[in-house]
């Protein structure tokens, strides 16, 4: 007999099953209408106007969900409260503009009141539905179908399956029409200046890096103890070789100290190019910070040499200074 946690779990597993069933239905019923839906965002935008995005209960939800993906990446989009469209809140609406509607019957009232208004504008109208033969259908430009077979919901009514659906379908459009556009992420750093995502894509390495004083760099032709020095005084955990020329040469580091004073206590008077690491893994000084969290992350890596052109040292990346400044 199955316990209470069980029985939970099976549940919650139902779920999942029946929403991700929902989601490989509805991107089957996607062809050549989603295509025609995004020509339709990308002329709209590049004509400077905006996407309207309005849906009743659930569907509005989901519908500010879009609409703020959308002007988050770049596409301006306002949501359009339909119940009270007809007492001042059409005024959102202008010339141009194109209107996404949220419905999965196709009958929602409050939008079939507003629709012979909004056909009062030079505007196209996509509509995400889940019945292709309804009244919004009808008197749409495009219509991207999301039927979902039933509902998450045990009694097959609260909206659960068909919001996702509803959900994922936005989120494609909004990705297919950012890549599009060419919407790098400097751009995407643009509308989002705040927070940790912001600052890695808007700050660059020389922002970041230790320098000056605070960055250990020495001669290969010196002593491993003449290099824990350095490092000490920079309070660093590892410090730059350099070649006769300034190129850097090799990296070496406290863990590099601790393993070789294992085999050889007489370490510190060996010469640093003898036990440095060589073609040590740099980051240029004009990358961005989030390159440097890329690299730092993929490597495994806790120090990052930041170079020039010509591979001469300026400064360093310390993985302890990103918790500080917020980017991890």
């Known amino acids: 007999m199955a316990t209470r946690d069980q029985v939970i779990l099976q549940r919650a597993r139902r779920v999942f099953d029946i929403e991700i069933d929902a989601l490989r239905q509805v991107r089957s019923q996607q062809g050549k209408p989603f295509c025609q839906a995004i020509a339709l965002f990308l002329d709209c935008l590049a004509r400077r106007r905006k996407i309207v995005v309005s849906g009743i209960g659930k569907s ?122 060419g919407f790098r992420k400097e751009d995407f750093a643009r509308f989002h200046p705040g927070g940790s995502l912001g600052q890695s894509l808007l700050l660059k390495v020389t922002d970041l890096m230790r320098a000056r004083e605070r960055f250990a760099i020495i001669s290969e032709k010196s002593r491993v103890k003449e290099a824990l020095g350095v490092m000490s005084r920079a309070r660093s955990g590892c410090v730059a070789v350099v070649d006769a020329r300034g190129r850097l040469a090799g990296i070496f580091t406290h863990g590099d100290f601790a393993r070789h004073y294992a085999e050889n206590q007489q370490i510190g008077e060996v010469p640093i190019r003898t036990v440095m690491t060589r073609r040590p893994i740099v980051i240029r000084a004009d990358a961005l910070a989030a390159e440097a969290l890329h690299v730092l992350q993929t490597h495994s890596i806790d120090d990052l040499i930041v170079v020039d052109r010509h591979l001469h040292p300026l400064g360093l990346i310390d993985s302890q200074d990103l918790p500080r400044l917020k980017l991890v």
Do not use: Y
């Open 60 to 181: 509005e939800l989901i519908g500010r969900k879009i609409s703020a993906t959308l002007t988050s990446t770049g596409a301006p989009s306002v949501v359009l409260d339909a119940t009270d469209a007809l007492h001042g809140e059409l005024g959102v609406v202008a010339e141009g503009d194109m209107i996404l509607l949220l419905s999965n019957s196709g009958e929602t009232e409050e939008l079939l009141r507003v629709l012979p208004m909004l056909r009062r504008f030079d505007i196209k109208i996509i509509s995400i539905l889940g019945r292709l033969q309804s009244t919004l259908a009808r008197h749409s430009d495009v219509v991207l179908h999301a039927h979902v077979r039933k509902e998450a919901c045990p009694h097959n009514l609260a909206p659960t399956a068909s919001t996702t659906a509803m959900l994922a379908l936005g989120d494609a459009l909004a990705m297919v029409v950012l890549e599009e556009r």
